[in-house]
């Protein structure tokens, strides 16, 4: 299949200070990829290079020209009601419709004409990821979209994401530093470090996956120490 | 688990000792809830009680003697003569001419504010250009600015609609100006990734994060245009409320004065409830602080 997203020799510093580094990755059409790395290893602002928003870089990247991103935080406008957010920046007027049956795909139709602050924090990002899939992105990234909701709610997202990207079959560049839901979740699972891909991990597990399978333990415990956390330290045994 | 638990290794716990620890500071939390409604007085009365209290106030020391006529009318006598200057058409026009000046004042003013923060909020040139100038403009009093205006524009009505749109411009461009921004980041990131142009963004997301910051702008820029008109007023006015004030001056007649003052007053007022309403309705997006009961 073809490539969705070619990086080639891709360098960004901050005031001198290296973060990319001569990084080379592929992303194929309708391939799920996680990105996985400490805090500062430059995996969000890969991500944001990818979205187009930093464009102050060395090397090339290709990318398909229709791409949309879900972040962290939901990011919608306050004083925008929930469908108007979702078909923000569309041409042409706001499609109720359009707004309504993205909606009813991440399963908050109901809610399409209250405030985002009415919002729970599962909902807002719901409302984020529709307003993200309503553009039919054939490139959709993800900036740690679980990060800030709990543990129940995250599964639940998350289930939804492999869902969505079952249907609309882009391709999915997630940044994480949830070890397991990037083996969840991904057809690849890329580690990086220093400023370049480490570590490229095909996960051929069949899906849904069994977080307690031995094969999916094995991959745990290698991604793990890769990272750096050895599964002995993380249940705490004195060294 | 196998291996040795470093826990157990570890020292054990002194003995307990004869005498029992103090037991740590407890507190109760008892229900706040009632299940009879305690009877409220309503927001609004409440709200009224300490102006009305206050004209009660002035009422009776002006009735006992106490507050002499000299110093302060009567509220007595000075509902009298709002109803015989409006009987005779004087205070109408008073009001209808301080309006006009306020009006106009405030529309130049407004829209000066609002081309200069766009300007300097919007482009980094404007920014560097506009805002110091707009700094040391600020540092002069506009009060005192009065002679220089009597110069230029002469003792018509140039000179007082002027200082009222001088009055209203720097609330108004402070506080656009910072609105704009003040707009976060992130929603500036997330709606030039959703695809909005330069237009786009401007529209839908600096303008309406601005927006909050523009009426309390608004609120300082209206009251300050009946501040800036008092002032202008004072000077050779031949109509309006300050002339009528500075006419009842000349005979000591602390009626007229209060009453003008009054209608003042009242104009400020009607015009930050006219803000306050209209913040209520534009605002509904954002999820405040309302007081608590």
Not at chain 2, 128 to 150: C, E, K, Q, T
């Amino acid at each position: 299949m073809a490539n969705s997203v070619e990086i080639r020799g891709l360098s960004r510093a901050f005031d001198g200070n290296t973060v990319l580094h001569e990084l080379d990755l592929d992303i194929r059409e309708g391939e799920f990829v996680a990105l996985l790395g400490h805090s500062g290893c430059g995996k969000s602002t890969l991500l944001r290079i990818l979205a187009g928003l930093d464009d102050e870089i060395g090397g090339e990247v290709t990318v398909p020209a229709r791409r949309s991103a879900a972040f962290q935080s939901p990011r919608l406008l306050p004083w925008l009601k929930v469908w108007r957010n979702v078909v923000l920046g569309l041409p042409g007027r706001p499609d109720r419709a359009l707004a309504d049956k993205a909606l009813a795909e991440v399963g908050i139709a109901e809610r399409a004409t209250v405030w985002p602050k009415t919002l729970s924090g599962g909902q807002a990002q719901r409302v984020s990821l529709a307003r993200a899939l309503v553009r039919e992105p054939e490139l959709l990234l993800l900036d740690e979209p679980f990060g800030a909701l709990d543990a129940l709610t995250r599964g639940k997202v998350q289930q939804l994401v492999g869902e969505l990207w079952q249907r609309h079959g882009c391709a999915i560049l997630l940044v994480t530093h949830d070890v397991e839901e990037a083996l969840l979740l991904a057809d690849r699972v890329l580690v990086m470090d220093e400023g370049r891909i480490a570590h490229d991990l095909t996960v051929d597990l069949p899906r849904p996956r069994d977080l307690t399978s031995p094969e999916f333990v094995t991959l745990r415990a290698r991604l793990l120490g890769w990272l750096g956390v050895t599964a002995h330290t993380l249940e705490g045994t004195p060294s | 688990m196998t291996t040795t638990k470093p826990l157990d290794a570890a020292p054990q716990a002194p003995p307990p000792t004869d005498t029992p620890p103090a037991p740590a500071p407890r507190i109760t939390i008892r229900g706040a809830a009632r299940t009879t409604r305690r009877f409220q007085l309503p927001r609004s009365v409440r709200r009224a009680a300490g102006p009305v209290g206050l004209v009660l106030l002035w009422f009776l020391t002006s009735a006992t003697g106490v507050l002499p006529e000299s110093v302060l009318a009567s509220p007595v006598d000075v509902l009298k003569q709002a109803v015989d200057l409006t009987k005779n058409g004087e205070l109408p026009g008073a009001i209808a001419a301080s309006g006009r000046r306020a009006a106009i004042g405030f529309l130049i003013g407004a829209t000066v504010a609002l081309v200069l923060s766009l300007l300097a909020g919007l482009f980094r040139l404007g920014e560097d250009v506009i805002d110091s100038s707009m700094g040391m403009f600020r540092a002069i009093p506009w009060v005192g600015l009065i002679p220089l205006f009597i110069v230029w524009f002469g003792i018509e009505e140039t000179p007082k609609i002027a200082l009222v749109a001088l009055g209203v411009t720097y609330p108004l461009y402070f506080n656009i100006y910072g609105g704009i921004r003040s707009t976060d980041a992130q929603l500036v990131e997330a709606a030039r990734m959703m695809g909005l142009g330069r237009f786009g963004l401007i529209k839908y997301v600096i303008l309406p994060s601005a927006l909050p910051g523009a009426l309390v702008g608004l609120r300082y820029a209206l009251s300050t245009a009946w501040l800036a008109l008092v002032f202008a007023e004072q000077i050779n006015a031949d109509a309006g409320l300050g002339y009528l004030m500075s006419n009842a001056q000349q005979y000591f007649r602390t009626d007229i004065i209060v009453l003008c003052l009054a209608v003042y007053a009242l104009l400020g007022l009607a015009c930050d409830f006219a803000v306050r309403v209209l913040s209520r309705r534009l605002l509904t997006w954002r999820a405040n602080f309302e007081g608590e009961a």
